[in-house]
């Protein structure tokens, strides 16, 4: 036990992996102590625990209709109770959480790296490039993210795949903006003086000296916008442009139940729960990593 | 020399076996450990390298430590007055009224959406009762004292309008509208030029000489406190090495008395009268702080 | 042998928009000479500084390095010859790169195949034990993060250091330290220096000869024994001698 903590704490790593590990693993002991960060790190963790496991977790298939049990309050057979297709609402929550998963991480995988790359590039540059690519990230700006999402899915036909995508295209910008208020900062400081002086390119600048620095902030950023991230694609399953049925979305599954919401209040609550804390797990995920992250 | 302190009189600060403490998670931070001394009517110098601790007493002082810190001492009395025993708010009200501190960079101590005279004014009016052209009348007048040459003026400007020079006499005006009776000036020159230095070094001995204030004047600075002050403490990791008048600093005679410590720090500094191929360096020895 | 100067400046002129910071300066430093350049802020020390790094491109008049005339944009043979330490060691030391990080970005930008041996060495020149290699800034002290940035000047091995306020930051003691360091780095490697510095005491011990500089202009250049006798021939320069000294209680009237 003692071994592996003195490999991580000691003042004099011998090599560079032994820095790398050292300094996570200080970061981790600042993450611990602060018990909301733990929280929204369990509701994450749980998150990709069902969806990893929803096929033992799930005690109905997600998919079966059964009439005769249709609008069935919770009990000890249909948890959350049955919707007006008498599907079980307990395992379509478990199952959208897969649905879930993947557009965060599509959208995440597609928009930080954009983001990221835009912004770095157009705050060390300056000049035309910084006003180009500012401008364009304006009109994005300019749009309520789910206004234009909805216009693009409308473009590009409803689903899931286009609903990503149009959520990627409108999620960037503030990114962006982010990296790039970053890079403005930190291309004064001496340390990118001292790498301009040993003859590295810009490219290599923007990639190697200022990018590391701006991924705390953007991977912050990132964990408090996978909240909005959700309720977008929500909100798109809500109007019906999002997953298309019988996919268990969750923001569809409210839709479906907005109908029942005074007689079978069960069939937009659960899923609406389930949204509600997922966000907030990613809420309290990001503000705990900005605290750890963000300490220079 | 002039005295220091006249005997019948009461001093203005004591201060027995101060400490100053952060109580952090990998365990107690000992800032301050044992300090003691008097301050007369005098320039009293504070010196010593970061981490010696020489800020925290200042700050102790005025109960500005901030968590998670705390300030023990077995004694801690403002002419006669215990600070220790003292409710905060009586203890709030001396801050500022009796006993003011200037920092060292008047940029992050002054508000930079008020005029620099509302502020003086404002400092004033908080601890007097004043109209509010009373309280101008007051702070132009103040503003004259510390030598600024358009105080009607100035009175009028932002703080990212004047130099750092103005600043700092900005901010020693509006410290001293109150007439404190002790002022502790903390590195109140280091972020300023030599030649503006030494105009700021001008207005703290007048307030001394001609208004019997006791000043503590904290420094990195050796030169500059053996140059300026009566008395010095020579700090190191949170203790006084050692006390003595100032010019003995820069006595060669006097050498021998000297701490190692003290004369650690003056040797290492260069010296334009005695150039030398090697400068000396520092060994510290742990039996100091024992 | 070559008898070029390592550094010739002639007529150099630095605008900041309608800020005129340095004007018409001029001088030329010998190979082997530590030259130093004093002035209170705003007198346009520092900007020379940059300018000569190439860090700063608004300029217009002549740079010459070792016999050869300097475009704005530098090529990669000039940074092999010049490099910089800068003043504030917490600044110019990047946040989320080790020591060992630091000293091989350079040697891997011009494609160096003995890092390993260079890095060792570098860091033993500066006095920096091995056990601190793969250390983050943070992880240092002040003056510890002081002699990485000389390590990682040097670690191209280039023959003219150009030092900004390189102890202003640091305490009196590690001052010491640090400017031992430098003299003798400079003696070993036969070195050509530009000091900035606001301190005197510190430009006459390294410096053979020096520049006051005021408002943007060259005052006055001197030698380091006019300095020490006391002898500067402006107004300026004793005015700088005095205040430098220390306060006196009859010199410190504020002119009027």
Redesign the interface.
Known sequence: MTTWTDYLTTDSPTSRRQARLGQLYRQWLAFKRNPLAIAGLVIVVALLLIAAFAPLIAPHNPLAQNLDKRLLPPSAVNFFGTDSLGRDIFSRIVYGARVTLVIVLLVVISVGPVGLLIGATSGYLGGWVDRLLMRITDVFLAFPRLVLALAFVAALGPGLENAVIAIAITAWPPYARVARAETLIIRQQDYIAAVRLQGASQWRIVWKHVVPLCLPSLIVRTTLDMAGIILTAAGLGFLGLGAQPPIPEWGAMISAGREQIFDQWWVATFPGLAICVVALGFNLLGDGLRDVMDQR | MRALTTPTEQPLLELDNLRVNFHT?TGIVRAVRGLSFTLGRERLGIVG??GSGKSMTGRAILDLIPYPGEVLADRLVYRGQDLLTMDKRTRRKLRGRHISMVMQDPKFSLNPVQTVGEQIAEAYRVHHKASAREARERSIAMLEAV?IREPGRVYELYPHEVS?GMGQRVMIAMMLIAEPDILIADEPTSAL???V???I??IL?DLVTERGMGLIFIS?D???V???CDRVIVMYGGKAMETLPAAELADEAARSQRHPYTL??LG??????H????????TRDPAWLA | MTTQPAIALDKLNVSFGDAHVVKDLSFTVQPGESYGIVGESGSGKSTVLRVLAGLNRDWSGEIAILGKAQPKIRDKAFHRQVQMVFQDPYGSLHPKKTVDDALAEPLTIHGIRDAEARIGRAMADVGLPPSFRFRYPHQLSGGQRQRVAIARALVLEPTILLLDEPTSALDVSIQAEVLNLLQALRQERKLTYILVSHDLAVVAHMCERLLVMQFGRGVEEMTAATLAARAPQTAYAQQLLTASEGFKRQVATIPA
């Open positions: 998670p390298e970061s030598q750092g030029d030599v030649t230095q030494l105009q070094l001008k001995d990195h050796l030169h500059l053996q140059s300026f650690g720090l290492c500094l260069p010296d334009l009268d150039p030398k191929a090697k400068l000396a360096t520092l």
